[in-house]
Each structure stands twice: as structure tokens, then as C-alpha cells.
């Protein structure tokens, strides 16, 4: 029974390419969370997927930022025309329902990606 | 705006000893609380929750207590084990607009625990 599964687990981009990370949820769950830590910082919502919807993309930077979680394969959060701010870790977490924040998402282990 | 917040960057305590981790929140609508645990390269893991009508939770050697009226919470560990060395993080959920269901979880910085044994 494996949890929610994020790779890669490290991404090193130049400044001005594109990076895709993907999420792929925990068995029967259908919706996904996309959260970024940046360094000596929390973790912070950047959007919330249901299969083939996005229901809430209010933390997502509004250029350069987009995901998806198509009907079939994992969440892609894609970042194009990296720059150095963009280096974070990016934890995806996922739920079999809406509404489960209160009894504690199941995170993966995050991609951290580095643009030089 | 830090809606959650946790001043202490780290603490370091002996093995054997209680650990207490506080965290404060400034936004009143916050309506359930979490502690997560993070090892360094790994995702956070949850470890207890309280819900805002309660001031206590307990399980195993992890108590948090919620003071609604100072907006505080607290994890205590006892006792404190090598094993629970790693970065807690305090974070809060809110009820949704309209009543809605809540899935946003806003997070503090984080504490390092340090356990010495």
C-alpha cells in the first residue's frame, strides 16, 4: 500500500527552463494538495486538484505556476522559466475526500528542486 | 501576515526529559490544530490534532493542550526519546466560507527538537 509518491526527489534546473513535478496520490484517493516550502519557511498552499479540476489555486504565484491532475496518471505542478526564488521543496499531500484537513494529510516526500 | 506562529526556531532537551513545543495563531476562524513531525528529506507526518472545542488531546506520550482564549497551543512530549529529534511543525485549518468544508492547512515556520540522549 504505497503513500503518495513524488518524483523526482531532486531537480536541478537552470534559470529559464521549465520544471514538472509530479504526484501520484495514495490508492483511492482523489484529491491532491501541492504545498512549497521555501527555505527557513513553513509550508504554504499553493493549490488544491480534484480529478481533472482545480478547486482552489489561491497560493499559486499567478505567472509561471500551473497543475493539473488529469483523469488518468499523476498531478504535474509545472514551473516555467525557473529563477533562483522558485528553489523550494514542493510537498504534494492527498486525501480520499474534501474536508480531511483536521485528521492529518498524507504527505509525500517532497522534490526539491534547485535552479542555478 | 504569519497566521501561525511559532517563535521558538529550536529546543533542545535531554532524553528522558518533557519536551514542550508552543505555537501561537492570530486568526480566529482557525477551528482545528496540528502537530507534524519532519525528519530532514522527508514529507511532514502527522502526529495529533485538537479540535477548537476541546483544550486537550492525548496520545501516547503526546498531550497537546489549546488555550483558545490566549490563541496558544502546546505539544508536550514525555518522555522525550533521541528518536523524536526532528522539525515540529504547528499548523490550523478553518471551516470554509459558507460553511464549507476546510482543506487549507496554514503552517508555522516549525520548532527543531534536539534530543539528547
Known amino acids: 500500500n504505497a503513500g503518495v509518491m513524488q518524483n523526482p526527489r531532486h531537480l536541478v534546473r537552470r534559470r529559464g527552463q521549465e520544471a514538472r513535478l509530479r504526484c501520484s496520490p495514495m490508492k483511492g484517493h482523489s484529491h491532491v494538495y501541492w504545498y512549497r516550502q521555501l527555505p527557513e519557511e513553513g509550508l504554504k498552499f499553493m493549490v488544491y486538484?480534484?480529478?481533472?479540476?482545480?478547486?482552489?489555486e489561491s497560493g499559486m504565484p499567478k505567472e509561471r505556476f500551473s497543475a493539473e491532475f488529469p483523469k488518468e496518471g499523476p498531478s504535474i505542478l509545472r514551473i516555467q522559466q525557473v529563477v533562483r526564488g522558485d528553489s523550494a521543496a514542493y510537498f504534494c499531500?492527498?486525501?480520499?475526500?474534501?474536508?480531511?484537513?483536521?485528521?492529518?494529510?498524507?504527505f509525500g516526500s517532497g522534490t526539491r528542486l534547485t535552479v542555478v | 501576515d504569519q497566521q501561525v506562529k511559532q517563535n521558538s526556531p529550536s529546543l533542545s532537551v535531554q532524553e528522558g526529559r518533557i519536551s514542550i513545543l508552543n505555537c501561537d495563531y492570530t486568526n480566529s476562524m482557525f477551528d482545528y490544530f496540528l502537530w507534524y513531525k519532519k525528519y530532514p528529506a522527508e514529507g511532514p507526518t502527522f502526529l495529533i490534532s485538537?479540535?477548537?472545542?476541546?483544550d486537550k488531546n492525548e496520545d501516547g506520550r503526546f498531550t497537546v493542550f489549546l488555550n483558545k482564549s490566549a490563541k496558544h497551543l502546546s505539544l508536550h512530549i514525555v518522555p522525550s526519546q533521541p528518536g523524536d529529534s526532528a522539525v515540529y511543525f504547528c499548523?490550523?485549518?478553518?471551516?470554509?466560507?459558507?460553511?464549507?468544508?476546510?482543506?487549507?492547512?496554514?503552517f508555522g515556520k516549525g520548532t527543531l527538537l534536539t534530543v539528547n540522549p
Open positions: 485538537i479540535s477548537s472545542i476541546k
Open positions: 499531500a492527498s486525501s480520499p475526500r474534501v474536508g480531511t484537513a483536521n485528521y492529518g494529510y498524507t
Open positions: 499548523a490550523a485549518s478553518a471551516i470554509g466560507r459558507g460553511g464549507g468544508s476546510n482543506y487549507k492547512l496554514t
Open positions: 486538484l480534484q480529478k481533472e479540476n482545480i478547486i482552489d
